[in-house]
């Protein structure tokens, strides 16, 4: 059984995005192969006005989600460090929300400790630890670019370890 993964790093300014392919081991439901099919970021300018950059995230994300046609979205959770950033990216992650409930999809949210300790057995694992982990689980040759995409990409596996 195939199933297409959406992961989603929610930002304002950037969104990152990673999609993969699953495919299940028929005989003991275990996974026997993770394809990358895209990854990338939604960008928003600071010279927008919020509405138009919220917008934006709205009309790129339905696009994508068309494009994608994901079986589940994989959302990571927010990490509070300042809180006047932690609400604009919450704001966008309620964009995000609402088009993965708009286009009534299955959601799973993890904590960054969760996506840690998933790709590398350490939940307080540093960042090029877990992108590293992502391009041995997916095969690539570099670590995918920007580090939001990386990021993304990171959400979907966690999600696809958990089938």
């Known amino acids: 059984m195939e199933k297409r993964i959406l992961g989603l790093d929610p930002g304002l300014a950037i969104v990152g995005f990673g999609a993969i392919q699953c ?5 003991d439901s275990s996974l026997s192969k993770i394809t990358p099919l895209d990854f990338g970021v939604i960008r928003t300018s600071s010279d927008m006005e919020m509405s138009q950059r919220l917008a934006t995230l709205f009309d790129d994300l339905h696009s994508l989600v068309d494009e994608v046609n994901p079986d589940l979205v994989a959302i ?4 509070f460090y300042r ?7 919450a704001q966008a992650r309620g964009v995000l929300m ?10 799973v949210e993890f904590a960054p400790p969760q996506i840690k300790q998933a790709l590398t057995s350490y939940g307080k694992a540093d960042k090029e630890e877990v992108q590293e982990a992502v391009m041995r689980e997916l095969d690539l040759e570099e670590i995918p670019k920007p580090d939001d995409a990386a990021d993304a990409l990171a959400v979907a596996l966690t999600a696809a370890f958990q089938l």
Do not use: D, H
């Open 83 to 89: 809180m006047a950033n932690t609400i604009l990216v």
């Open 76 to 79: 990571e959770k927010l990490f």
């Open 98 to 107: 609402l088009v993965v409930g708009q286009r009534n999809l299955p959601y």
């Open 23 to 27: 495919v299940e081991n028929s005989a």
